[in-house]
């Protein structure tokens, strides 16, 4: 539909994406009025097209920027406020220039997020989620929960046209993450949602590909590993 009635933008086509859509700017510009995003100091922005303009509203607002690189294959990417110059901010802005201009940090240089911002193909005014089904929206909370560095009190947003807010019914399993608001062109939707969050990784769903392919998750896992056996050595004495 986004792609018969010209809502769809390039990359195309929008097939198997998070997609970009016309009035994604109107979108990032709505989300940067809310009190959340105003006062947070550290923004997570996932690294998909149509939220480009949300990253460059965080650094033009001077604050710390975290994009996930694509598939978390190299982790996270960290921009500093007023690391880039104004010049450069549409350049940063980018998959390319995030690698360029940032710096890509290990779970030990992670900073704490104040706001979290995800793609989605679709979302319902109740705050229930579509991606585009690779569930590294939810792997990337998940490793911030599990860190410590966010907590289910801090907001998540997306940024959607809205003909991608349906009323049909989306179905939640326990990793999936909702959104408390929906940003569109022209209206803000305050989900007023209830569901629970991940509250970390749950290691059960974690495949042998995924440890492969996202160092990260070996990192964690082996933090996890340490701390556990430091306890139980600790009950043992």
Known sequence: ????????????????????????????????????FKGARVVKVNPDAPQRPVRERVMSSFKGLLVPTPRLRQGFILIEPGMILNSKIGYASTIKGSLECGELVGIEALPKVDFVVVGSVAVTPKGARLGKGGGYSEMEYAILRQLGLIDEKIPVATTVHDAQVVDDEVPLEAHDLTVDVIVTPTRTILTDSKTSKPSGIMWDRVSDKMMEEIPMLGQLKDQVASVQSSRSTGEAL
Do not use: K, Q, S
């Open 1 to 36: 539909m986004m792609e018969r009635e010209g809502i769809a933008r390039f990359p195309r086509p929008v097939h198997g994406r998070i997609p970009n859509f016309d009035g994604a700017e109107r979108a990032a510009a709505r989300l940067a009025e809310l009190d959340a």
